[in-house]
């Protein structure tokens, strides 16, 4: 399989924080398949062997059929290609595919973009709640996974051995964004509990050794959205216990197994669960390894690059689309 990847990761924050999460796991189908990259800037952000030729504003989809032989081609997210990818030609029954990010954030003109590029397919990071979503483009849910190069935890007796005993949050929390309403209501609220560090923002290189160094961690879930965020996949995959509300296919993605801590909403009951995390070792010991044991088998970035293979590889034959974790 030849795969064309089309992304300006040159845009925003991309290659900070979101970059293992979006772009470094996509990247790991180069394990399975021919993968190739386009976009501005990318030669220059990638090796030569990932993205072999420079950018040309005047390729249109043909072009870069004609250069890269594709099977299919994935465009990543409207943010980051609706400013040069080109519609689908109706000439070549090649595949496209936009690989969204945060669904839920798409605005009508978005979704209007989608249908206009011609999409054979979008797969989406998070759970689709958009119900005003006009393309009519059939959709599948790929879940977010952890990075194991740099989370991967062994089940070891001592795993848990020598941490810090308090709950930690790792963040952005930009007042000019609605979704963090919520996780600045939390951080304000546990402020005054002697069991909980605010870190911020910290370095993408140091965030993994940080991860690993408490014994539990504080996921928001986006507020009143309540998808599953990646720092979920990635706390538990470090072996560390989670603190979370309530989010969307809990049981798709973690069965009937206890592997987090939950806490309300109006956050009456958030101190006592921290407590119970703090002092009720034998409890917090069984959550994080039933989070370890689900994790390691399920969400790693190896389990999510074969499921994305199987699909590319399921809709260049005409195949059902397999949907493992649903719409």
């Known amino acids: 399989m030849r795969v064309l990847f089309l992304v300006d990761s040159s845009i925003g924050d991309v290659r900070q924080h979101p970059y293992r999460l979006h772009l470094g796991a996509t990247k ?51 943010c980051l290609t609706q400013g040069f990818a080109s519609p689908k030609s109706i000439n070549r029954n090649v595949p496209y595919v936009c690989l969204e990010g945060d669904y839920y954030s798409l605005k009508q003109h978005a979704h209007e973009w989608h249908k206009r590029m011609g999409f054979d397919l979008i797969l989406h990071r998070n759970p689709i709640i958009d119900e005003e979503d006009i393309s009519g483009i059939k959709k599948v849910w790929i879940p977010l996974s952890a990075n194991e190069d740099e989370f991967y935890t062994p089940i070891t007796d001592g795993y848990l051995r020598g941490r810090e005993q308090k709950v930690v949050f790792m963040g952005n929390t930009d007042t000019l964004v609605r979704e963090y309403d919520f996780r600045r209501k939390i951080i304000s609220h546990l402020s005054r509990n002697n069991y909980f560090d605010y870190l911020g923002l910290v370095a993408p290189k140091i965030y993994p050794k940080l991860l690993k160094k408490y014994i539990a961690s504080l996921t928001c879930a986006g507020g009143d959205l309540h998808v599953i965020l990646g720092k979920v996949f990635e706390s ?44 009720d070792k034998d409890k917090t010991k ?42």
């Open 28 to 78: 790991k189908l180069a394990k399975l398949c021919e993968f190739f990259i386009y976009g501005p800037h990318e030669h220059e952000l990638n090796t030569e062997q990932e993205a072999p030729i420079e950018f040309n504003p005047s390729y249109q989809y043909d072009d870069l059929l004609d250069i890269f032989n594709p099977d299919v081609v994935i465009a990543k997210a409207w």
């Open 286 to 327: 069984k959550v994080s390894r039933n989070a370890l044991e689900i994790v390691n088998n399920n969400h790693l970035d190896k389990h999510r690059t074969k499921e994305l293979y199987d699909i590319l590889s399921c809709l260049i034959s005409g195949k059902e689309i397999p949907e493992k974790w649903g719409r």
């Open 236 to 279: 538990m995959a470090s072996g560390t216990v989670v603190l979370t509300p309530w989010f969307t296919s809990e049981k798709a993605l973690f069965g009937e197994s206890e592997c987090f801590f939950k806490f309300k909403d109006d956050l009456s009951d958030i101190d006592r669960v921290v407590a119970e995390v703090i002092n």
